[in-house]
């Protein structure tokens, strides 16, 4: 679960996190760190590793017991979020590119090593390929390279999807067989 579970999706809203969290610093170097949120929920809210970020944008409900046809009602209504948020962010940074998360779901698989924002991507269950924009325009900042990512899955048929947003100060780029 997410700090976004029990949220309704909001275009502008999920806008708006993706235009915080490109203003947020990005570490360059150090550990992976989940962040939760405070007790009673401590919910996933951030990772934060070397070179970047990811966030919960969109939580959907739990999907234990759902089965079809109100489980792929509960897919497509996932994929139509991305879709609307992807139309919304191509409009303002052109073209996207897809990153597929196969590769480091068979790597977490085989517990092979992998790059460490495909490692958080995996720790937090997030094996939805990634659209990605990049480099994208960060403010007033000049000199600052930032690459976008989105996606929405889950782990199993019964848990949660969830939509996230990586923010990374390096290309994200599919790894390599």
């Known amino acids: 679960m997410s700090a976004r579970?029990?949220?309704v999706f909001d275009t502008d809203r999920v806008v708006s996190d993706i235009e915080a969290l490109l203003a947020q610093p990005v570490p360059a170097a150090g550990p992976t760190i989940r962040e939760d949120e405070p007790v009673?929920?401590?919910e996933w809210a951030e990772t934060r590793g070397e070179g970047f970020l990811i966030i919960p944008l969109w939580e959907g409900k739990s999907l234990t017991g759902v089965y079809d046809p109100e489980w792929t009602e509960a897919v497509e209504a996932a994929e139509a979020h991305l879709a609307v948020l992807v139309q919304e962010l191509h409009?303002?940074?052109g073209?996207?590119?897809e990153v597929a998360m196969h590769l480091p779901l068979f790597r977490?698989?085989?517990d092979e090593p992998m790059p460490p924002l495909f490692q958080a991507l995996c720790d937090n269950d997030s094996y939805?390929?990634?659209t990605v924009w990049g480099p994208v325009p960060v403010g007033d900042e000049l000199g600052v390279d930032r690459w976008?990512?989105?996606s929405v899955g889950h782990s199993d048929g019964d848990a949660p999807l969830v939509m996230v947003a990586v923010v990374s100060d390096r290309p994200i780029i599919e790894l390599e067989e």
């Open 91 to 93: 409009r303002r940074w």
């Open 108 to 110: 977490k698989q085989a």
């Open 128 to 130: 939805g390929d990634l």
């Open 95 to 97: 073209t996207h590119r």
């Open 5 to 7: 579970a029990g949220e």
């Open 40 to 42: 009673p929920d401590g």
């Open 148 to 150: 976008v990512g989105i």
